[in-house]
């Protein structure tokens, strides 16, 4: 069983950074995708970053990119997200998903095909 665990969120100030952590356990494979969605009170869940484990090839979402980085730890089976530059805007719960890389078209735009979510970690950014 497939199993996530995020932690290192927080309260932020504005223009600061945070490093995220997802840890992950039951994975028997390299065939799936992995990364962050995030959602704000009253929003959908919107994708951040992710990364497909089979090539490793990352992605980022317009409102990610250029300030964020994904990484995968494998000797500690753990996955990062790095964000720097957080805005007001970027309070809302993080959330480390998965999904089977025979769904994963390089991008997590949607949720859909999510079939393991972790908790959730609380991010706050102050203004």
């Known amino acids: 069983e497939v199993q996530l665990v995020e932690s290192g969120g927080g309260l932020v100030q504005a223009v600061g950074s945070l490093r995220l952590s997802c840890a992950t356990s039951?994975?028997?494979?390299?065939?799936?995708?992995i990364g962050w969605f995030r959602q704000a009170p009253g929003k959908r869940h919107e994708g951040i970053s992710s990364?497909?484990?089979?090539?490793?090839?990352?992605w980022y979402a317009d409102s990610a990119k250029e300030r964020s980085t994904i990484s995968v730890d494998n000797a500690n089976n753990l996955v990062y997200l790095e964000m720097n530059n957080l805005k007001h805007k970027d309070t809302a719960v993080y959330y480390c998903?998965?999904?089977?890389?025979?769904?994963?078209?390089?991008?997590?735009?949607?949720?859909?095909?999510?079939?393991?979510w972790g908790q959730g970690t609380q991010v706050t950014v102050s203004s």
């Open positions: 039951g994975f028997t494979s390299t065939d799936y995708g």
């Open positions: 990364i497909s484990r089979s090539d490793d090839v990352p």
């Open positions: 998903a998965t999904e089977p890389q025979k769904y994963y078209n390089g991008s997590y735009h949607k949720p859909n095909y999510v079939e393991v």
